[in-house]
């Protein structure tokens, strides 16, 4: 198991909300990325965080937005809820210093939107 | 967009049996790794292959790499029931910037007891 930890593990939100997901990272990891996985499909890159920076971003839409706080923990920000947000969201932390090396993955937040 | 494709889609063999799985995806890579998941939850990472190597073994696990082919093989030997999962391949693309994983669509594997 690794020491990465995503909260809540399962939200139901309703069409137009808002949504915060939470993720803290690994010890030691500087890197926090975020993953949005719908059902039967792989993982697609939301974005990364890089010493509280953006630094990557995937084809999401501005509304998908995220923070990342001096201790490395993480947000991602879901505006204007859509029913195809529905999905597995993950967070995956890494060593910003080893360039392009494996990822943690927390449990993930399952995402409801109805 | 999804890099890659798994193949086959899901595979059901029986416990001891070896089970291998395939991976093509489109661009040029700095390394490609495996990641396993059971039952919708988080990813396990399980190996990483660089763009100049050609095979890696873990354990119980085999996987190449043929950057011609842009295509990579996990071999599981021996399996076992807590093999029961899928499996995702994922890239990294060659040169600069900041890109994440970019995953496949998954092999999902059954091991029957």
């Known amino acids: 198991e690794t020491g990465v930890t995503q909260s809540p593990t399962h939200l139901i939100k309703t069409r137009g909300q808002q949504v915060t997901l939470r993720c803290s990272s690994q010890?030691?990891?500087?890197?926090v990325s975020w993953y949005q996985q719908a059902l039967g499909q792989g993982p697609q890159f939301i974005f990364q965080?890089?010493?509280?920076?953006?630094?990557g971003r995937g084809n999401f839409p501005p509304r998908f937005s995220g923070l990342q706080f001096p201790n490395y923990s993480s947000e991602l920000n879901v505006n204007a809820l859509e029913l195809d947000d529905s999905a597995l969201y993950l967070c995956a932390s890494s060593d910003g210093g080893r360039w392009r090396t494996e990822a943690f993955f927390g449990q993930g937040t399952r995402l409801t939107v109805v | 967009s999804q890099q890659g494709e798994e193949d086959p889609q899901a595979l059901s063999i029986q416990e001891g049996e070896n089970a291998t799985m395939n991976c093509s995806y489109k661009?040029?890579?700095?390394?490609l790794q495996w990641y396993r998941q059971n039952s919708g939850r988080g990813l396990v990472h399980l190996i990483l292959?660089?763009?100049?190597?050609r095979e890696k073994h873990s354990g119980r696990l085999r996987v190449t790499l043929d950057t011609s082919k842009k295509s990579s093989s996990l071999l599981i030997t021996a399996s076992r029931a807590a093999d029961t999962a899928s499996y995702f391949c994922?890239?990294?693309?060659?040169?600069?910037?900041?890109?994440?994983?970019?995953f496949g669509k998954g092999t999902h594997l059954i091991i029957q007891p």
């Open positions: 010890s030691g990891h500087n890197t």
């Open positions: 994922a890239t990294f693309p060659s040169g600069g910037g900041a890109d994440g994983l970019t």
């Open positions: 292959i660089r763009s100049n190597e």
């Open positions: 661009t040029s890579i700095n390394n």
């Open positions: 965080y890089y010493r509280e920076e953006e630094n």
